[in-house]
């Protein structure tokens, strides 16, 4: 081999290196925002890159595998639907619904009006077997006194009829199919088979629960949001430290967020607490991708092993599960102000 030959596999090599050295640093998720769904993945959807989403010049089976293939690196969130109920967002590993047989759930979103505060339900119980249904809302038998206690999960039950566009179609049919044959065999009267329902349950808690709260929503700081975990402060905050560098990407420089943590200094007389940034959000002028999340892996690790080595809960989730708050809260103020915008300017053509 040849000298010239020799240093650019030299040079490769040493890219290699520092490529890997960056994926155990830190990790980018790209936020692709569907009707009802969002899905993170460290995948690039060519067709939801774009600023005109289209198909053309693209192999939807490539895009396919490429997801499947990183699926475990994944999440995906669930919003589900039922008619005449507001269940919470559910997130789990994957990317798609169906992730669910392989890929255990993550947590579940509670959200408040006028996005004031987020209550996640968070920990490794929720992957318990049975516990989330392909509906993907927790089973009506393991119901808790949601009422008294926050990390009680609440249940829904299977109804005998279902609206269109319910979630959850072939389960709703299999339940009432197996309630049809047990009825024919079991000759018990309903008052009694109520009874035996609510004597099997077995309640559920979450091994955590988190509140995220929006701090100042009429002042200069709207973009702030806060949290504590294990004793820990977060803040998900306005940042100019990353940008959109497509076209018309300067009219989002002010939608940019990071999240620092706050870490308890042992000074009491420390004029500045010690902050350190753990991920960054970059929205996206694309229609179809809300943004970009990068997680600061090295540094997410080292605060967890620091002030939280037993924690059953991997912080890295719950950073994850934060995001999605403000991913979606930001996207319907979004929606909301620009409805306001047109519902005054169309104000005066009215006759």
């Known amino acids: 081999m040849d000298s010239k030959g020799l240093n650019t596999t030299i040079q490769e090599a040493h890219d290699a290196e520092k490529g890997s050295m960056v994926s155990e640093l830190s990790t980018t998720l790209n936020v692709y925002r569907d009707k009802h769904h969002i899905l993170l993945t460290p995948c690039t959807h060519p067709r939801k890159e774009k600023a005109f989403p289209t198909w053309r010049g693209i192999d939807k089976f490539d895009v396919n ?25 559910l997130l789990r590993r994957g990317h798609t619904k169906s992730s669910q047989a392989q890929l255990p759930p993550v947590c579940l979103i509670h959200n408040s009006s006028f996005w004031n505060s987020w209550k996640i339900q968070i920990g490794p119980s929720l992957a318990t077997e049975g516990v989330i249904d392909p509906r993907g809302v927790v089973c009506a038998e393991h119901t808790g006194d949601h009422v008294n206690n926050e990390k009680a999960l609440k249940g829904y039950g299977v109804r005998s009829w279902r609206m269109w566009g319910e979630s959850g179609k072939k389960y709703h049919r299999l339940v009432n199919s197996q309630r049809k044959d047990t009825q024919k065999t079991d000759m018990k009267s309903v008052e009694e088979q109520k009874v035996e329902s609510a004597e099997s349950r077995t309640p559920v808690e979450a091994d955590e629960v988190i509140h995220l709260r929006w701090v100042s929503p009429l002042s200069t700081s709207t973009r702030l949001y806060t949290f504590t975990w294990q004793g820990v402060s977060f803040s998900w905050k306005g940042t100019s430290t990353v940008r959109e560098t497509r076209r018309l990407g300067s009219l989002l420089r002010y939608a940019h967020l990071k999240l620092m943590a706050q870490l308890p200094d042992d000074d009491p007389h420390a004029c500045h607490p010690v902050e350190v940034c753990l991920a960054t959000y970059t929205c996206s002028i694309a229609p179809e991708k809300a943004g970009k999340l990068d997680l600061f892996d090295a540094q997410i690790r080292k605060l967890a092993l620091d002030h939280a080595p037993g924690a059953v809960v991997d912080l890295r989730d719950v950073v994850v599960a934060t995001a999605m708050c403000m991913v979606m809260g930001e996207f319907e103020k979004r929606v909301l102000a620009r409805e306001l915008a047109f519902l005054i300017m169309t104000a005066g053509n009215v006759n």
């Open 65 to 89: 595998s490429n997801l499947g293939i990183r699926a475990p690196q994944s999440f995906f969130l669930q919003q589900p639907i039922l008619s005449f109920h507001a269940p919470p967002h």
